[in-house]
């Protein structure tokens, strides 16, 4: 590990153990995004993991930024999932958007001091992203005026640009598919109310309304024709990034586990003295290593041609791992597992929802067992046995 990447991991779980654990159930209470404590985070380095340095980012490759979320995860999953989209989002600015963005935003976006989030999902669209109404119609002067709408936006409302997906023509398919940021500032942009999200109160999530809002040229991020390719990268880095920030609400339900398990006295002993115990707790610490290897080795195989199969793997299991691990916790605890202060619930609720955002294990599901079918296509016949009377 090198030194910069062990300073920023270390500002990570910095950040996680003072700034959200001890907060984190205030900022539910409040329903309002924490935005000192993002600011805490631009200032120790947090909000511009990928971004080039001479924009003010750590210019740290994927494999490297990716395992900021696994400490920022012990802290809360749902902070760490929209910083990890404001990464991805200033990833997408610094790398590719005009000079004229650039100079405007980049530094803002690295340093945290405006955050940016990404629209794509539509209201009845889902995990069908070429099923799109948002329109872009572009004007004799370069401007572009948009009209439609975005559902599950992050920090709705709170960022101050949003990164979005819209369609410039009615063609079906994605080849006349673009990417342009909005600012929150633009006339006609709109957000409806905030979802209920008990357990993430403090994220505002929330449709996000485009009523004929006019956009520069100059903040195209992704010219027509690449925004649904760029799309599908944005995605598979947000899938490893949920992997990641899964395995620290992990070990933080492991830490709650062991912390209560090791004091609690039954049976003429500790609770942790038990085999029963250890087996349930092992079962969690082996399925933890386990998503660790397997989001790390994703990290590194983003940006090739095994990068969507190695994200999509990583997204199958880690959350599936974190419910299961969240569950199993729970159950350690017995009835006291179910009270607010011991923080379970709100990491089986978190685990829940990282399941579903950025394509559900069972789109992931889908893009393994594409793989599967091309790979069954390469690979010898083995015989089949006919059944009565088959011929063909």
């Not at 910083?83 to 405007?104: P, R, W």
């Not at 409806?192 to 109160?201: E, H, V």
């Not at 619930?345 to 992931?364: F, H, K, N, P, Y």
């Amino acid at each position: 590990m090198s030194d910069k990447l062990a300073t920023i991991l270390q500002a990570a779980h910095d950040h996680a153990e003072q700034v959200i654990a001890p907060n984190v159930d205030a900022w539910n209470a409040a329903k309002k995004w924490p935005r000192d404590a993002s600011d805490k985070a631009g200032a120790a380095g947090l909000t511009g993991l990928y971004a080039p340095e001479e924009f003010g980012g750590q210019g740290l490759p994927l494999s490297e930024g990716i395992q900021v979320y696994e400490q920022l995860g012990q802290g809360d999953g749902a902070y760490a999932f929209a910083l990890s989209m404001h990464n991805i989002c200033t990833f997408a600015g610094c790398g590719y958007g005009t000079d004229v963005f650039k100079e405007k935003w980049a530094r803002d976006l690295t340093s945290g001091r405006k955050l940016a989030n990404f629209a794509l999902t539509e209201p009845q669209s889902g995990s069908d992203a070429t099923n799109m109404y948002s329109r872009a119609m572009i004007n004799d002067d370069g401007t572009w005026t948009i009209s439609g709408a975005k559902a599950w936006v992050s920090l709705a409302g709170e960022a101050d640009i949003y990164f979005t997906v819209v369609k410039t023509s009615d063609a079906p398919g994605h080849k006349d598919m673009a990417m342009v940021a909005i600012p929150a500032d633009a006339p006609g942009l709109s957000f409806g109310p905030l979802y209920d999200t008990p357990s993430y109160n403090f994220l505002p999530l929330a449709e996000m309304y485009m009523d004929k809002v006019v956009v520069s040229e100059d903040n195209i991020i992704l010219p027509i024709g690449q925004g649904l390719q760029g799309s599908l990268m944005a995605i598979d880095i947000a899938r490893v990034s949920i992997a990641s920030g899964c395995c620290g609400l992990m070990q933080a339900a492991l830490d709650t586990a062991l912390s209560y398990s090791k004091n609690r006295k039954m049976f003429g002993g500790n609770n942790l003295d038990l085999d029963g115990i250890q087996w349930m707790l092992g079962e969690v610490a082996t399925d933890l290593e386990a998503s660790k290897l397997l989001y790390r080795k994703a990290a590194e195989s983003l940006g090739t041609p095994e990068g969507p199969l190695m994200a999509a793997h990583a997204k199958r299991f880690v959350p599936d791992a974190a419910v299961k691990a969240a569950n199993i916790c729970t159950q350690v605890l017995g009835g006291m597992g179910l009270l607010q202060p011991y923080g379970l619930d709100r990491l089986s609720r978190l685990a829940q929802m990282l399941r579903i955002v950025d394509g559900t294990t069972e789109i992931s599901r889908v893009v393994i067992g594409r793989a599967l079918q091309k790979r069954a296509a390469t690979l010898p016949d083995l015989p089949v046995p006919k059944g009565f009377g088959e011929t063909g």
